[in-house]
């Protein structure tokens, strides 16, 4: 069993910051890459920042500049920087990694964290 939990959401003004964590817990053999997505109220889910397991990134063009995504691969945990937060930025934050077990080698999904951005 393999249990993914964000932290770090909360309320902030335009212009400020965050900073999200994943915590990846459970049987894991090796995490092969490790993102985050975001939905917000009436719209789909959308990613906004994975890194693969050699540091390569895919980062939004939305947040490019302004969010930062990192690995500690030793404490299987991901982390989101996000910098100069604006109000379309509000939306639930969901971290996603590709986990391979002892028993599978697939996606897992967190309860995702919830974002708000005050203009």
């Known amino acids: 069993q393999v249990q993914l939990v964000e932290s770090g959401g909360g309320l902030v003004q335009a212009g400020g910051s965050l900073r999200l964590s994943c915590a990846a817990s459970?049987?894991?053999?090796?995490?092969?890459?490790m993102g985050w997505y975001r939905q917000a109220p009436g719209k789909e889910r959308e990613l906004v920042a994975v890194?693969?397991?050699?540091?390569?990134?895919n980062v939004a063009d939305s947040v490019k500049g302004r969010f930062t995504i990192s690995r500690d691969n030793a404490k299987n945990a991901g982390y989101l920087q996000m910098d100069s937060l604006k109000p379309e930025d509000t939306a639930v934050y969901y971290c996603?990694?590709?986990?391979?077990?002892?028993?599978?080698?697939?996606?897992?999904w967190g309860q995702g964290t919830q974002v708000t951005v005050s203009s």
């Open positions: 996603s990694a590709h986990i391979t077990t002892p028993f599978s080698s697939r996606n897992f």
């Open positions: 459970g049987s894991i053999r090796s995490i092969n890459s």
């Open positions: 890194m693969g397991t050699g540091g390569t990134t």
